[in-house]
């Protein structure tokens, strides 16, 4: 079946934009997890849901990310009044079933200038 | 606060040798991951490591974990061109499900 999605791929904004990116997660996956991944460095952990409840948020960096899941599938993470350091590439996995494995989508690279 | 280690961070080495990395972690853990990660690319799981003593092999590559000493290591047998990447380990936190990766160790290897 079709992996973790992620859109658009790439994404260059100006500063002070607000951006918006979207996960499609592998169907029927309960699990999904946000992450962001600095050049050179580990991916960083950001936002959690489990269906639509958001149950952990305790990586979003500040008050101007904000991450969804109204319907327990698609999930959309916003930042608002994009800053330079918000540059990286921010993943979407997504763990279901009997699994421990997460699923890691192919990211969004996010450039602002 | 959990925290993951790697060692070491970049490792060039010649096709045919053998050479193992480590993971270290600092509070008790239920499960360490193994990813590959290729340039500009997303994370591919290797290994999903779930208890003490654990051992998993694909290929040239073997994981083992000890959560007693909280160290999991890599060990790569005969290297081939094709497994150089930038490798991660994660660890699952405790009571939650999130991950908490090491910085990656990128590995070369020359022909």
């Known amino acids: 079946g079709a992996g973790v999605s992620q859109s658009p791929r790439y994404k260059v904004a100006k500063r002070g934009q607000d951006v918006a990116l979207r996960c499609d997660p592998i169907?029927?996956?309960?699990?999904l997890f946000w992450y962001q991944q600095a050049l050179g460095q580990g991916p960083e952990f950001l936002t959690y849901?489990?269906?639509?409840?958001?149950?952990?948020k305790s990586g979003l960096p500040s008050d101007r990310f904000f991450a969804e899941r109204p319907e327990g599938s698609v999930s959309t993470l916003k930042i608002q009044r994009t800053q330079q350091e918000d540059s990286a590439v921010y993943l979407c996995?997504?763990?279901?079933?009997?699994?421990?494995?997460?699923?890691f989508g192919p990211g969004t690279r996010l450039t602002v200038t | 606060e959990l925290k993951v280690e790697q060692n070491p961070l970049f490792l060039s080495m010649q096709e045919g040798k053998n050479y193992t990395i480590y993971c270290n972690y600092s509070?008790?853990?239920?499960?360490l991951y193994w990813y590959r990660q290729d340039p500009g690319k997303s994370l591919e799981s290797l290994f999903v490591l779930l208890s003490n003593g654990a051992v998993k092999q694909e290929g040239r590559l073997m994981a083992s974990l000890d959560t007693k000493a909280r160290l999991s290591t890599l060990h790569i047998t005969a290297a081939v061109h094709d497994l150089s990447a930038t490798y991660f380990c994660a660890v699952e936190k405790g009571g939650s499900e999130k991950l908490v990766f090491g910085k990656g160790m990128k590995l070369t290897v020359n022909p």
């Open positions: 996995a997504t763990r279901g079933g009997h699994s421990y494995e997460q699923y």
């Open positions: 169907s029927g996956h309960v699990s």
């Open positions: 509070t008790t853990s239920d499960r």
């Open positions: 849901f489990q269906n639509e409840a958001q149950l952990d």
